[in-house]
Each structure stands twice: as structure tokens, then as C-alpha cells.
């Protein structure tokens, strides 16, 4: 984990990376409709009224005592990802958190095209507030999408109750995939969404993971640099599972790497993981 200095990113360069990630997640089919969502958690002071000029209070669904004075962007109920760089003044609140840590103001730009925050809204904070807690970080981006292959899998039981062996059967299909997500892959149970066990359960896999799977449902992931990033994680893990699909449908005929090529590769590139 790290803090980002500076120069430190403008407003405007970091809804410009909200609005990147929104169409790579399009473009790779993992947010259908209004699905996904992408909240960013900043740690310096930042003015947002210019472009967001509307304020309300709001209670937070959750406590955040770690992020008190932050501002947290958040995409909007229904907004659609694949619009987020065009439309981000429509789609995007920025939420300031008060000095006590349970309620915030919610400023929203006229052309706010939402009537509430993302259902997700809960697991998003409470990963923030974790993090943030845990490791001091100035940035905080976290993106919860819907990539098809990644959820067919979670689907099949045998990959959803084991989460080692669902990293290991999802890595092993290409050499950079260990060394970008060296803890591996995370995965939940199945729990009803924007629920309180769901967030719970959600915070615990992220201290691990740098990208959960939440089971019949979709993916989060964060970083502590980009939103970008994340997009990244999601990125190389549906690769992954899109390999996974394919060598089902063929039958299982595919090699993969190996164990023992696989845990080359962390010798040789001196990675940090459990998996091998």
C-alpha cells in the first residue's frame, strides 16, 4: 500500500479516470445496463463545489470514523458506467464526511441525473474506511463491476467453496496474472445485495485480495492508486476465467502453467504469494 504525493491528481483528472474505467469495464462486457458501480475515497483537501454546487446532508449507512474530512466520489443509482465519461457531473456525488464520522454532505451537480447513491453504497464505505484505518493511504478507489465469466464460474460449486483452488485453476492460464495479483483472487458466498453481511464479509476479503468475487453476483476491486487499476485487477482476473471457460468447454484439454512453473515465476521476479 502506498500514498500518492505530489503533484497530487486534480478533480478533474480523477473524474477523468472514473470515466476511463467505466469504458473498459464496457468494453469488456462486465457492466450491462445500469449494472457496477465505482466510488473513490480522497484523502487531501479538494474543492468540489464548483462543479458539484448542490449540498444536502445525508446519514452514512455506515460509520466511517477513518474518514472523517474525506471526500468520497460515488457514482449514482442506475447510472450506467458506459456513460460516466461523458455524463460525469450527471452521474458522480461527492460526499464529505463529517467530523464525527456518521453522517456527510452530499454535493451533487444541477444536472444530477440520480435520486440516491449506488445500492452498493455500504460496501463501498466500509471498504474505504477499513483501508484508510489500516493503512493511512491518501487515495482510495474502489469499483464493483459484472464480468460474464467470472460470475458463470462462481456459479459452479466446486469453484466457489474453495477460493484457493479457484485462484489457482484462474492464474495459471497466463505468466503476468500471479505477478499482478499475487494474493490471489478472493471469493464470497452468495449474499443479498447492498446488504450489512455482504459489506462485512466484502471488507474481510479485501484486507486480503486486492479483488473479490461476490458469488452468482459480481466483482470489487480496489487500489490505492488508480481507479485505473482496479480496472486492471478486474481485467486480468476475467481473463483468467474467461481461459477457465474455455478449457471447460473443451473439455479440460488445456496444460495451464504448471506448479512448478508457476512458482518459477515467483523466484525468479521475487513475488510475495501464498498460491505457490
Not at 479538494?46 to 466520489?73: D, K
Not at 471469493?187 to 459489506?199: C, D, G, Q, T
Amino acid at each position: 500500500d502506498m500514498t500518492l504525493t505530489d503533484p497530487l491528481p486534480s478533480l478533474e483528472e480523477i473524474l477523468d479516470s472514473i470515466g476511463a474505467g467505466g469504458l473498459r469495464l464496457a468494453a469488456i462486457d462486465a457492466t450491462e445496463g445500469g449494472a457496477g458501480n465505482v466510488s473513490v475515497c480522497i484523502g487531501w483537501p479538494i474543492e468540489v463545489r464548483r462543479q458539484f454546487p448542490m449540498a444536502e446532508e445525508i446519514e452514512l449507512p455506515l460509520p466511517a470514523p477513518n474518514l472523517r474530512g474525506h471526500t468520497v466520489l460515488v457514482t449514482g443509482s442506475g447510472r450506467r458506467l458506459r456513460d460516466l465519461d461523458r455524463l460525469p457531473l450527471q452521474s458522480i456525488g461527492a460526499v464529505v464526511i463529517g467530523d464525527e464520522g456518521t453522517r456527510g454532505t452530499l454535493y451533487t451537480a444541477n444536472v444530477r441525473q440520480f435520486e440516491a447513491l449506488t445500492s452498493e453504497w455500504n460496501s463501498h464505505l466500509a471498504v474505504h474506511d477499513d483501508t484508510v484505518g489500516r493503512t493511512g493511504t491518501n487515495f482510495h478507489a474502489v469499483v464493483h463491476a459484472q464480468p460474464p465469466n467470472l460470475v458463470y464460474l462462481s456459479h459452479i460449486p466446486s469453484y466457489r467453496e474453495d477460493g484457493e483452488r479457484f485462484s489457482r485453476r484462474l492464474i495459471r492460464w497466463q505468466p503476468e496474472t500471479i505477478v499482478q495479483l499475487p494474493a490471489g483472487i478472493g471469493i464470497l458466498p452468495f449474499m443479498l445485495p447492498s446488504s450489512v453481511e455482504l459489506a462485512e464479509a466484502t471488507v474481510a476479503s479485501l484486507r486480503e485480495h486486492r479483488i473479490t468475487v461476490w458469488s452468482k453476483h459480481g466483482v470489487m476491486a480496489r487500489s490505492d492508486i488508480s481507479v485505473t487499476r482496479a480496472v486492471d485487477r478486474i481485467e486480468y482476473a476475467e481473463a483468467g476465467a474467461r481461459y477457465e471457460y474455455l478449457d471447460l468447454m473443451a473439455g479440460g484439454q488445456g496444460e495451464g502453467l504448471t506448479d512448478e512453473e508457476s512458482a518459477e515465476m515467483v523466484r525468479v521476479f521475487g513475488i510475495e504469494t501464498k498460491l505457490f
